[in-house]
């Protein structure tokens, strides 16, 4: 997953992005999950909401062998302005 780490403001998203080996493979479907959606939310497209300042792991795992990798997530409060 790309990329391994990233920074988002609350109320700001980012993407991160997957991919799935081989080339070939018959079956690409993956899910993302958070390890703490009180501080990042991730949809099924892999984009990541900052909801409050901490760190919060993001997990994609494969449907097909449940291959994972890890992005870590850094939320920094809004900016003032």
Known sequence: MAPATAS???GK???LASTVAPDDATNKA?????????IATVDAGGVV???????ADITVTTAD???TAKSTVTVTAAAEG
């Open 8 to 10: 988002v403001e609350v």
């Open 13 to 15: 998203t980012t993407t």
């Open 30 to 38: 993956v899910t993302y999950a958070s390890s703490d959606d009180t």
């Open 49 to 55: 909401t900052g909801v409050a300042a901490g760190t």
């Open 65 to 67: 062998g449940a291959k």
